[in-house]
Antibody, heavy 114, light 114 residues
């Protein structure tokens, strides 16, 4: 069964850092596109970042230079390193499988506030 | 970047009636080499992650009831629910996944019972 489980969300001060993890099962993260999508409280979905099978990475302009997507094939886990966090980064962050998202995790909440 | 615009923002439909949601992209998401439209539809119920309904603009995901259908090509797309059921109350999003990311979402359409 395909499953993705996010973790690492927390309350962090502006300017702080956080690393999100997404543990995958039932498939290999290295064999498909993997993305992060976020949803601010009461708002719509916002595409954040994607890593292709060849490890090419892409970012939304709103996070470029601050966030880094990566994966550990041996742990079958996707990561999102988030630096220089801002209050507007507050959101539920979803780990997502494929370019059109065939599987979503339950999400992990990141709150950026002083 | 491609901009996705949904209409209407909210919609109230009587049980058993047809619901229609539109999605327009700022540029074509049709790839002529494989004759595919790179457009997906998702359903999100309160407190839940989104769920994939339709991909390639008109291919229904496994397990999705056949009252859900997608149509359109190029820049104009439609999600139709042929006979609204109570469990269809949700927010619906379109997303393009054409070419180089970002893979943007529409702003969402809230569907309610009249």
């Amino acid at each position: 069964e395909v499953q993705v489980v996010e973790s690492g969300g927390a309350l962090v001060q502006p300017g702080g850092s956080l690393r999100l993890s997404c543990a995958a099962s039932g498939f290999r993260v290295s064999s498909t596109y993997m993305s992060w999508v976020r949803q601010a409280p009461g708002k719509g979905l916002e595409w954040v970042s994607l890593i292709k099978t060849d490890s090419t990475t892409y970012y939304a302009d709103s996070v470029k230079g601050r966030f880094t997507i990566s994966r550990d094939n041996s742990k079958n886990t996707l990561y999102l390193q988030m630096n220089s966090l801002r209050p507007e980064d507050t959101a539920v962050y979803y780990c997502a499988k494929d370019s059109y998202v065939s599987y979503w995790g339950q999400g992990t909440l990141v709150s950026v506030s002083s | 970047d491609i901009v996705m615009t949904q209409s209407p923002d909210s919609l109230a439909v009587s049980l058993g009636e047809r619901a229609t949601i539109n999605c327009k992209s700022s540029q074509s998401v049709f790839y002529s080499s494989n004759s595919k439209n790179y457009l997906a539809w998702y359903q999100q119920k309160p407190g839940q992650p989104p769920k994939l309904l339709i991909y390639w603009a008109s291919t229904r995901e496994s397990g999705v009831p056949d009252r859900f259908s997608g149509s359109g090509s190029g820049t104009d797309f439609t999600l139709t629910i042929s006979s609204l059921q109570a469990e269809d109350v949700a927010v619906y999003y379109c997303q393009e996944y054409y070419g180089i990311p970002p893979y943007t979402f529409g702003q969402g359409t809230k569907l309610e019972i009249k």
